[in-house]
């Protein structure tokens, strides 16, 4: 039986080698039961990981961006059938874990540098700037605006992409309760979200625009 690991590194399920190794045969081999023990494995390294790296450039990352990054590197894993899951290379003496951990810290860099080129948006800004002990008049009707505006533009999305939003950003959800809920698979979750994201992005630039 995996048994969690104890140290520094304590915040993914320790597998040993084999149990590693029997995982990612169920994963290549489609087995439905085998993401959510992916998950559960490792999802807390991978945030982790992505996490550590955010904080070392906080200037340029948010705590919305490690879950943004999170997102993308999950549908990394299961895109183009599964080639990065496929790349790993056992024979290296390298562990699954240890080949993951490195993954995400590269997707985290990778989305840092992209976002540090990319001139500032309206649609990007880090909800927790609004956070204060007293907050001031302009900031709240600053605030009251981008979600009225956000509110607008939702109007033209599907119902089910509607329902997508409310489930991932009212109820806060993760990719496994929003797929069960909507009967879809996981790769359509995170699929999902980045086109939405990316919909209302344009949308809002649209809006600026005009």
């Known amino acids: 039986m995996p048994t969690p690991e104890i140290g520094p590194t304590a915040i993914h399920l320790q597998l040993t080698r084999l149990e590693e190794l029997a995982l990612l045969d169920r994963l290549l081999s489609d087995d439905a039961s085998a993401w959510p023990t992916f998950v559960r494995s490792y999802g807390r390294l991978i945030g982790a990981s992505i996490t550590k790296v955010v904080a070392r450039f906080r200037r340029h990352g948010c705590s919305e961006d ?7 590197f999950h549908l990394e894993l299961l895109s183009n059938d599964k080639a990065k899951l496929r790349a790993f290379a056992p024979e290296r003496n390298v562990r699954l874990s240890s080949w993951l951990s490195l993954l995400a810290s590269r997707a985290a860099y990778d989305f840092l540098r992209r976002r540090r080129r990319e001139p ?24 009251r605006e981008r979600v009225r505006l956000v509110s607008e533009l939702v109007t033209e999305f599907t119902a089910k992409d509607r329902l997508f939003l409310d489930l991932y950003c009212r109820e806060e959800l993760d990719a496994e309760q929003i797929a069960e809920k909507m009967g879809i698979s996981l790769k359509t979750v995170y699929s999902k979200k980045n086109k939405i994201q990316g919909r209302l992005q344009e949308l809002v630039k649209r809006r600026v625009a005009a």
Do not use: G, K, N, Y
Not at 66 to 72: H, M, T
Not at 120 to 139: G, H, I, Q
């Open 66 to 72: 490690v879950r943004e990054i999170e997102a993308a």
């Open 120 to 143: 500032f948006s309206e649609a990007e800004f880090d909800p927790e700037a609004f956070v204060s002990a007293d907050v001031d008049a302009f900031t709240l009707c600053d605030f």
